[in-house]
C-alpha cells in the first residue's frame, strides 16, 4: 500500500515537470536560441569581454565568446554599446513565501504565559525551533516582489522563511514567473537561524540570552537523538536538524554584538555560520575579521536625521549621527579588511532605493568591482549554487542584465533583465531621445525646443522673445501638444516623432487646421550641460572616525596599560596596615609595591598629596552592560549573562566616573533559579569578551519571594509557583532531578565498556545544577524575608548544597546566626525598604548587624544610578549602625571581592593585586568626594584631567555632523525626524529588557498587548 | 486564658513597638542652645553661637553666648554639635502612601484628569511608620503632594510631627499640582520592541481644556454664580496668588510653554518642578521671575550624551544663571530621608556647602510660602530646627540627635530603630 502511494506521488511529481499534456491550442515550440552580439560582456567580476557575444538556449547559457559559429536559427540581437551582466543573486530573501502575521490573540487567551508549542505534529517541544520547515515546499511566485527584485537587476533568490530560532531550510528560486516549478532551482540550499523567537505564541524564551540557550540545547538534543537508538519517540524536528547541518548554516544578526556571540556558539558546536550582518561591522571590524567567515551585508544606512531645531536636537545621540554617517562606508570598511561577504536588499524597506544605496556604499569607497563580486559570484561560491547563477559560464542559467553603460555609473540604466532565457523589459530604450533644438514651421513660431526625460519630454516654443511652455505627452511615438498663445485660445497639435524630424498637424484656437514640422538643428544641449554640470561634484569631505565603544564619551584608540606611580597618597589598603600616606607603584596592570618613596624608574607619576587611593568599588549586584536580565522559566538556569553582555552601555562609563570597576552582571529575579553571572571589570572601550574576567568563579542567580511568585501582578499567575510554599518546591524538585541526573552520568562514565550504552542527553539547566552540587558554582540568592531565606537554608542543608551569598537580604539582620554558622554572605541595600509587602521590616542597620556577626557583608546597587555613587551607600554603614570608615569601605571592595571568591586578586591594596584603583579627590566615603583617576589593569579609564576635553570633542564632534546634515536638508534630501528615545529607566532585576524593559509584573499584560497588536 | 496572653502581650508590644511615639511638646520656659555650631539657613554661620527659644518661637540667635542675656532660660551646651533649620522637602508622597506596590496604602492619585479639588490635607496619615524614619535625619517638614492626571489636587505642608492631620498642618492647601501635557508621548513600537516618543495628538485639545478650566473659573466668580463647581471654585487660590501653581512639564519647550499659559490665564505664581538645562527655558523662567524646585541630583543623566554628573552639576548651574532653585526627593517617599544627601551632592559640583543647604532649607520655604515661619535660624521663626554630630549634608557625620518642632522635642525613635535595638540585643552585639 504505502509503495503503491510513493509511486503515485512520484507520477504526481513528474506530471509537474513536463508540459501540460493537455494543451489547450497548437503547440508553439520555438527554436530558443538568442545570440547577442557585440556587447562589453561581465562573465564575472574578473573577466570582462569587449564586442563579445553571449548565445543562449532556452533557460541556459549555451557559450560566451567572440565569433563563434552558432545555430543559424539563433535570434541575433545587436548590442552594440551596451553591458551584459551576470543578473544580481539576493542569498537573504523572502520572497514568495507566505507573509509573517502573527495571528491575533494568539497564545493561550493571550493574557497568560504559555508553556506549550502550539504546532501541531511530532515536532519540537519549543514552537521557534523549526528545522522541519522548508522553503521549497511553501514557496509560490509573487509577481509584484518579482518585479520590484528584476528591476534592480536580481535574476535569482535564496529565500527562507524568517520566522524562528531554527528557520529550516532554503529555496533558489528564480525571479520568473512562467510557473512555480520552473522557477523553483534546487531545494534545501541553506539552514537557516537567528536569535529572533519570531511569531511563537510560547512564552519561552522571552529573552536573547534564553534564544542561546535554546540553540544551545536544541544541538545537544539533536546529537543524542541521532545517536541514539531505541528512541522512545519520534521527533521530525531532531531528525532535520541532524540532516540540515550538511547544508551551509545562514546565521541573522542585527549587529556587531550578535556576529561576536554567533561565532562563539558556532565554536561550541564546530560550525561555521555564514553571517548576515547588521550593517555595523565597522565599529568592531577586527573583531569581526577575526570571524573569518561570510557576511552578507544589509543596505539599509539610516535616512539623514532632521536637527534644525537646536533643542529637540539635543536628543540626538552621537553614537546615532555618526552611524548616520559611516554606515555607507561598511561595505567599503569590510572589503578593505579583505572579508569575503555578498550584499542582500533584505533589509530595504524599499526595493527602488536599491542603487542609491548602493551608489552611497561605492561613494563611501566601495569599489565597483567589489560591488558586482558581493551580488554575483560571492554569494552564489558561498552557498554552492555557482553551478546554477552568480556568472556567465557555459551551462549556468540564462540569467543576465543588459544596461546601457558600466551598472555602477551613476545614471546607468538597467535594460533588459533575463531570468531563465525570458526576457523582462526594464527600461524601455526603445523610446527615442528627442531632446534638442529644432526649427519649426508651427505657425506663429519659428523655434522648439525639447527638454527632459524621452518619455517625458519638456517643450519650449518661441518666436524672437515670445516664449509659450505647451502641455505635452507622449505615448511612444507620438506627442500630444496643447498650448496658449497670448490672449487666443487654445491651440491642439499631433506629432509623429521621426528620425531627426517631427511632423504633425494641428488645430487652432479658431479651428482652422494645419500641418508643421520640426526639424532637428542641435542635438540634446540641456542634457549635456547638466552633464558637465553634474561631473563637478567636490571630494567627499573626511568622515569622523571609530570610537570605542561607539557612544558618547567612547574612546578614539582603545587606552593601554601604564606603569604608574602614586606618590604620597592616603591609601586605604584593606589590609592589617590600615590607612596610611603611601606611595603605590603599578607595573604591568599589578600593584607592583605599596611603601614610602618608591622609586619611579619608568612610572608615570601622580602626585596623591592630599588625595585618598582606594581599591575600585566592585558592586556585587548590578545590571548594567546587559542585552537580557530576565528569562522566564522558574528554573532558568541554563542561560548565561555572559552571552549578552553589552559592552556599548554608557552606563559602564557613568560607573567609572562613581570609581565603579567590578561588577558581577546578575540574571533577574524572576524565576526561583535564574542565569549564570557574568562578572565583568568596567574596561570601557573593550569588546564583550574582554570586559568578562579571565577564569572567573562561576556564579548563578537564586530568587526567592515576591518577584518569582508575582505577587504584584495585577492577575493571579499561570506560573508555578505563586506562593512562598510553591517556591520551596520548585527547589527540591529541580535538585531532585540534579541528583538523579548525576547519578545517571556517573553510572555511564563508570561503565569500562560503553558499547550498548547510551551517554545520557545533555541538559544545560542541569548542568548548572550539577555544578552547584560538585561546589564548582556559587549562588548568589535574592532575598528578602526571613521565611523564606531560613527555608532556602534548610533546602540546601537536605539537599547537600552551599549558598554563598544572600543579596538584598533585607531581612538577614532577623538570621544572621544561622547564615553565620553556614558562612554565607550578606550583600545589602544600604538604606532601601516600603516599595513593597516584603521589605516592610528592612532596616538600614542590616548591614551593620550582619558585618558585626562576622558575616562578610557588601553594600550592592541593583541599580545603574546608585551604583555611581556606592561609596556614599557604604558610609551609611556609618552613619546607621556606627561600622567604623575602615569597615564601611571594605562593604564595596574586599567584601564582595570575598564573596565574588576574586580577593586573591581584588579588593586590597597589595603587591601583585591587580592594580583596580580608585584616586579620590577627598575621603572616598565623604559625599564631598569624586573619582579623579579610575584605573582597570594599570590603565586609566576614567580621568578627571581629560573629562572635560572629552565633553568638548564630543560637542565638536556632533556639530560637524549636525553641519553636515544641514548641508544635506539644504540640498533637498529628505531627512526623518530622529527617533526620541524615552529616557531609559533605572533597570532593576525584575525587568525584561527584549520589552524595553517591561517588569516582569507586567509581562502577562505586555503579551497580551503584543498578542493583540497582530505584529 | 489564650486571648488574655495574647491581648496582654498586645497591649504591652503594642505601646513598646507597634506605633509611632507621640508627638512632643513645647517646653513652658525659655530654652538656650548655647555653644552650637549654628547654620541659620540663610548663608550665615555661628561657630560658637547660641539660640534662644520660647513659645514655639525663635527669640533670638546671636554668633556670641546668650546666656548672660536669658538668665532665667534653661540652659542646653551644645558642645561640638551643629544646629541648623529643620529641612524642608517638596513635592513628597510621605504620609499620602504606606507600602509602594500595594495599592489599598496609597492615596495620592485620585481618579480623573482634572482634580483641582482633592486635597492631600485630609489623607494625609500622621501615623505612617515611614514618617519617623525621614524626620530622624532632620526632615521637619513635608508637602505632601498628590499625583497623576492633568491636575492632581492640592497640596499641604505638613510638620513632620503631630496626632492628626489638622494638628500637623503648617500650610494647608498650599498650592495645586498641574502635569503639563506632553508634546510627545511614549508609544510602543513592536518592530523594533522599544518606546519611542511620538507627537502627542491631544496636546492641544489639553492645553484648550485647562485654558476653559481657568477662564470659566475666573467666569463663576465674576458672576457670583451661587452654583458652586468644585472644580471651579477649587482655582480661585491660584488666580488669588493665595496658592501656588505647581507645573511638572516634561521638557523645557513644555516648560516654556507652561509659563506662557500661566501669564495668560493669571496664575499669580508659577513653580517649575523639574529640570531645565536650556538657555531659553531659563531665560524664560528668570524673566517671569519662576522658581524651580529641581529634581533630585541623585537620577540619571537624561541622555547618553549628557555629562555623567549633569544631575550634580544642575542646581549650581541653574543658581549661577540666577534663578531661585529649590531642590526635592520624590523618587520614593521613603527615601526622602536622603534629602540632606542629594543636597549634599551638590557641593562637589559647584555650591558651596551654605548654598547646599539653603536648597533644601531657606530656598524651598521661600519657593513653597512658608518662609515666614520656617527656612532659616532667625528671631520670629518657629522654633523648628535639628541638632546633629555633624555636617547633616555628608552621611559620614549627619547623625541627627536632636529634633525640635514649635519647640517642641521631636521622639526621634522608630521601628527601624526598634527592630534594630531587639537584634542588636538578641546578639549581644555593641551599636
Not at chain 1, 543573486?89 to 504559555?114: C, F
Not at chain 2, 507600602?99 to 501615623?127: C, F, H, K, Q
Not at chain 2, 549634599?344 to 530656598?363: D, E, M, R
Request: proline fraction near 4%; charged fraction near 25%.
Amino acid at each position: 500500500m504505502r509503495k503503491i502511494l510513493l509511486l503515485l506521488l512520484l507520477l504526481t511529481g513528474q506530471a509537474a515537470v513536463f508540459a501540460q499534456p493537455n494543451q489547450n491550442g497548437v503547440q508553439d515550440k520555438r527554436p530558443g536560441y538568442f545570440l547577442f552580439k557585440n556587447a562589453t560582456i561581465h562573465v564575472d567580476p574578473g573577466t570582462v569581454l569587449e564586442d563579445a557575444w553571449l548565445l543562449i538556449k532556452e533557460d541556459k547559457i549555451e557559450k560566451v565568446g567572440k565569433n563563434f559559429d552558432y545555430p543559424k536559427s539563433a535570434r541575433v540581437i545587436d548590442l552594440q554599446g551596451r553591458h551584459i551582466y551576470p543578473s544580481f543573486v539576493d542569498i537573504y530573501s523572502d520572497y514568495g513565501l507566505p507573509e509573517l502575521k502573527r495571528p491575533m490573540g494568539g497564545g493561550r487567551g493571550g493574557a497568560a504565559m504559555s508553556f506549550e508549542s502550539e504546532k501541531k505534529g511530532a515536532y519540537a517541544y519549543n514552537q521557534a525551533i523549526k528545522p522541519e520547515v522548508k522553503a521549497a515546499e511553501v514557496f509560490v511566485i509573487n509577481p509584484k516582489a518579482a518585479d520590484e527584485l528584476r528591476k534592480i537587476g536580481f535574476g535569482s533568490v535564496v529565500s527562507h522563511l524568517k520566522d524562528g530560532i531554527v528557520r529550516g531550510n532554503s529555496v533558489l528560486l528564480t525571479l520568473g514567473e512562467e510557473k512555480d516549478s520552473k522557477s523553483l532551482i534546487k531545494a534545501d540550499v541553506s539552514s537557516h537561524y537567528s536569535f529572533l523567537k519570531g511569531l511563537s505564541t510560547q512564552t519561552y524564551p522571552v529573552s536573547l540570552m534564553g534564544c542561546v540557550a535554546l540553540l544551545r540545547q536544541t544541538y545537544y538534543d539533536a546529537d543524542w537523538y541521532k545517536k541514539t537508538k531505541d528512541q522512545p519517540e519520534r521527533n521530525l524536528s531532531m531528525e532535520a536538524f541532524a540532516a540540515n547541518q550538511s547544508l551551509p548554516s545562514v546565521f541573522q544578526s542585527s549587529s556587531f554584538h550578535d556576529a561576536l556571540r554567533i561565532d562563539k556558539l558556532g565554536k561550541e558546536f564546530g560550525v561555521k555560520y555564514i553571517i548576515k550582518s547588521g550593517g555595523d561591522d565597522y565599529k568592531r571590524i577586527d573583531e569581526i575579521k577575526a570571524l573569518n567567515t561570510h557576511l552578507i551585508l544589509p543596505l539599509n544606512f539610516p535616512k539623514a536625521l532632521d536637527v534644525e531645531d537646536p533643542i529637540d536636537a539635543e536628543n540626538v545621540a552621537l553614537g546615532d549621527l555618526k552611524h548616520w554617517e559611516l554606515a555607507p562606508a561598511n561595505p567599503a570598511a569590510v572589503a578593505a579588511k579583505g572579508i569575503d561577504f555578498s550584499i542582500t536588499t533584505a533589509d530595504l524597506p524599499l526595493k527602488a532605493a536599491f542603487f542609491t544605496q548602493l551608489q552611497a556604499a561605492i561613494k563611501a569607497g566601495l569599489s565597483k568591482k567589489d560591488a558586482l563580486a558581493a551580488l554575483t559570484v560571492n554569494p552564489s561560491r558561498i552557498l554552492k549554487i555557482e553551478d546554477k547563477v552568480g556568472t556567465l559560464k557555459t551551462g549556468l542559467l540564462a540569467n543576465f542584465l543588459i544596461t546601457d553603460k558600466d551598472i555602477f555609473e551613476e545614471k546607468a540604466k538597467i535594460l533588459e533583465n533575463w531570468v531563465q532565457g525570458a526576457k523582462f523589459v526594464i527600461n524601455d530604450v526603445s523610446t527615442s531621445a528627442i531632446a534638442g533644438k529644432y526649427n519649426t514651421t508651427i505657425p506663429g513660431f519659428n523655434r522648439l525646443t525639447v527638454s527632459g526625460e524621452p518619455e517625458k519630454p519638456a517643450l519650449e516654443l518661441a518666436m524672437d522673445t515670445v516664449k509659450v511652455k505647451p502641455t505635452v505627452s507622449r505615448d511612444k511615438n507620438f506627442l500630444t501638444i496643447t498650448y496658449r498663445k497670448g490672449n487666443e485660445g487654445v491651440s491642439r497639435l499631433t506629432g509623429l516623432i521621426g528620425e531627426k524630424k517631427i511632423t504633425g498637424q494641428g488645430v487652432d484656437a479658431k479651428g482652422q487646421a494645419f500641418n508643421w514640422t520640426a526639424t532637428l538643428i542641435e542635438e540634446n544641449a540641456a542634457a549635456a550641460k547638466a552633464d558637465s554640470a553634474g561631473a563637478r561634484t567636490r571630494p567627499a569631505p573626511a568622515k569622523g572616525g571609530v570610537l570605542y565603544p561607539f557612544v558618547a564619551f567612547g574612546n578614539k584608540e582603545l587606552p593601554r596599560s601604564e606603569d604608574l606611580l602614586i606618590k604620597n597618597a592616603t591609601v586605604w589598603t584593606n589590609e592589617k596596615e590600615g590607612t596610611l600616606v603611601t606611595d603605590v607603584l603599578v607595573k604591568n596592570g599589578k600593584i607592583h609595591s605599596v611603601g614610602k618613596n618608591l622609586a619611579a624608574g619608568n612610572a608615570r607619576v601622580i602626585d596623591g598629596t592630599g588625595k585618598h587611593l582606594t581599591n575600585g568599588i566592585i558592586d556585587e549586584h548590578s545590571h548594567i552592560a546587559l542585552f537580557s536580565i530576565n528569562e522566564v522559566e522558574s528554573v532558568s538556569s541554563e542561560v548565561r549573562q555572559e552571552d549578552v553582555i553589552n559592552s556599548e552601555d554608557i552606563n559602564i562609563y557613568r560607573q567609572l566616573a562613581g570609581g565603579v570597576t567590578t561588577s558581577q552582571l546578575l540574571h533577574g529575579s524572576a524565576d526561583c533559579i535564574g542565569g549564570q553571572s557574568a562578572i565583568v571589570k568596567l574596561k570601557w572601550g573593550e569588546s564583550p569578551e574582554k570586559l568578562i574576567i579571565p577564569n572567573s568563579p562561576k556564579f548563578i542567580k537564586f530568587a526567592l519571594g515576591e518577584n518569582v511568585k508575582r505577587g504584584n501582578s495585577s492577575t493571579t499567575p499561570n506560573r508555578y509557583p505563586i506562593t512562598r510554599m510553591g517556591v520551596e518546591q520548585v527547589f527540591v524538585d529541580a535538585f531532585t532531578r540534579a541528583i538523579a541526573y548525576k547519578k545517571e552520568w556517573e553510572t555511564y562514565n563508570k561503565a569500562k565498556i560503553k558499547t550498548g550504552l547510551t551517554a545520557p542527553k545533555r541538559d544545560l539547566e542541569l548542568d548548572a545544577l550539577v555544578e552547584i552540587l560538585n561546589g564548582e558554582r556559587h549562588i548568589t540568592c535574592h532575598s528578602y524575608v526571613q521565611s523564606e531565606i531560613n527555608m532556602l537554608m534548610k533546602v540546601a542543608d537536605s539537599l547537600g548544597f552551599k549558598i554563598n551569598t544572600f543579596t538584598h537580604i533585607l531581612e538577614g539582620y532577623k538570621l544572621a546566626d544561622k547564615m553565620k554558622a553556614r558562612s554565607i554572605n550578606g550583600s545589602t541595600f544600604s538604606d532601601w525598604w516600603a516599595y513593597k509587602m516584603e521589605v516592610k521590616e528592612a532596616i538600614p542597620f542590616n548591614a551593620a548587624i550582619l558585618n558585626k556577626m562576622g558575616i562578610t557583608t557588601a553594600i550592592n546597587s541593583d541599580d545603574a544610578e546608585m551604583a555611581r555613587r556606592l561609596n556614599q551607600e557604604a558610609a551609611k554603614t556609618v552613619l546607621y549602625g556606627g561600622l567604623t570608615e575602615e569597615e564601611a569601605w571594605k562593604t564595596v571592595t574586599l567584601n564582595p571581592a570575598k564573596m565574588l571568591k576574586l580577593d586573591d586578586r581584588l579588593g586590597s591594596v597589595k603587591s601583585g593585586k591587580d592594580a583596580d584603583l580608585v584616586l579620590w579627590t577627598d575621603n572616598p566615603l565623604s559625599i564631598y568626594a569624586k573619582p579623579e583617576k579610575t584605573i582597570i589593569d594599570g590603565t586609566v579609564y576614567f580621568d578627571l584631567d581629560t573629562k572635560d576635553q572629552k565633553e568638548k570633542e564630543l560637542r565638536d564632534e556632533k556639530n560637524r555632523l549636525i553641519q553636515i546634515l544641514l548641508a544635506e536638508k539644504g540640498k533637498g534630501t529628505p531627512t526623518e525626524r530622529p527617533v526620541m528615545r524615552q529616557r531609559q529607566e533605572h533597570i532593576h532585576c525584575d525587568h525584561i529588557m527584549e520589552y524595553d524593559g517591561v517588569s516582569v509584573e507586567n509581562l502577562d499584560l505586555f503579551l497580551r498587548i503584543l498578542n493583540a497588536s497582530g505584529k | 486564658m489564650k486571648k488574655l496572653i495574647i491581648s496582654l502581650f498586645c497591649l504591652l508590644s503594642g505601646t513598646a513597638f507597634a506605633q509611632n511615639p507621640g508627638a512632643g511638646k513645647a517646653s513652658a520656659e525659655p530654652v538656650l542652645f548655647y555653644n552650637a555650631h549654628i547654620f541659620t539657613g540663610n548663608g550665615t554661620e555661628h561657630a560658637a553661637g547660641s539660640m534662644l527659644i520660647e513659645k514655639g518661637l525663635i527669640k533670638e540667635v546671636s554668633a556670641s553666648d546668650l546666656s548672660a542675656k536669658y538668665p532665667n532660660a534653661k540652659k542646653v551646651n551644645v558642645e561640638g554639635r551643629h544646629i541648623y533649620p529643620g529641612i524642608i522637602s517638596p513635592a513628597s508622597t510621605l504620609g499620602l502612601a504606606e507600602i509602594e506596590s500595594s495599592r489599598p496604602t496609597l492615596d495620592y492619585n485620585e481618579l480623573g484628569d482634572y482634580n483641582p479639588n482633592v486635597r492631600a490635607l485630609v489623607a494625609y496619615n500622621t501615623d505612617s511608620e515611614v514618617i519617623p524614619t525621614v524626620r530622624g535625619n532632620g526632615v521637619l517638614i513635608t508637602q505632601a503632594t498628590p499625583s497623576g492626571g492633568v491636575i492632581s489636587g492640592r497640596s499641604s505642608i505638613f510638620y513632620l510631627d503631630g496626632w492628626n492631620w489638622e494638628d500637623a498642618v503648617l500650610k494647608p492647601d498650599d498650592g495645586l499640582w498641574l502635569n503639563w501635557p506632553r508634546r510627545m508621548s511614549p508609544s510602543f513600537n513592536f518592530q523594533t520592541m522599544t518606546r519611542e516618543l511620538q507627537k502627542n495628538e491631544h496636546y492641544q485639545k489639553t492645553v484648550d481644556e485647562l485654558r476653559e478650566l481657568f477662564a470659566q473659573s475666573v467666569a463663576q466668580k465674576a458672576g457670583g454664580d451661587p452654583y458652586d463647581n468644585l472644580k471651579l471654585t477649587a482655582l480661585n487660590g491660584i488666580l488669588s496668588g493665595d496658592q501656588r501653581l505647581f507645573i511638572q512639564a516634561g521638557t523645557d519647550k513644555e516648560v516654556i510653554e507652561a509659563i506662557n499659559f500661566c501669564k495668560e490665564v493669571g496664575v499669580k505664581h508659577p513653580v517649575v518642578v523639574g529640570a531645565v538645562t536650556s538657555e531659553l527655558a531659563i531665560q524664560t523662567l528668570k524673566e517671569n521671575n519662576v522658581p524651580i524646585i529641581v529634581s533630585p541630583t541623585h537620577r540619571l543623566p537624561d541622555r547618553v550624551d549628557s555629562d555623567v554628573w549633569e544631575a550634580y552639576k544642575l542646581p549650581a548651574y541653574l543658581a549661577g544663571k540666577g534663578l531661585t532653585v529649590g531642590l526635592h526627593y520624590n523618587d520614593s517617599y521613603w527615601r526622602t530621608r536622603n534629602l540632606p544627601f542629594v543636597a549634599g551632592n551638590t557641593v562637589a559640583h559647584g555650591l558651596t556647602k551654605a548654598q547646599a543647604l539653603a536648597l533644601i532649607t531657606s530656598s524651598n520655604a521661600k519657593i513653597l510660602g512658608i518662609d515666614q515661619w520656617v527656612g532659616t535660624l532667625e528671631a520670629g521663626k518657629h522654633a523648628t530646627f535639628i541638632i546633629s554630630e555633624g555636617d547633616i549634608l555628608d552621611m559620614r557625620t549627619a547623625k541627627v540627635t536632636r529634633a525640635f518642632i514649635r519647640g517642641a522635642e521631636v521622639n526621634l525613635d522608630d521601628k527601624q530603630k526598634r527592630l534594630a535595638n531587639k537584634y542588636f540585643e538578641k546578639y549581644g552585639l555593641s551599636k
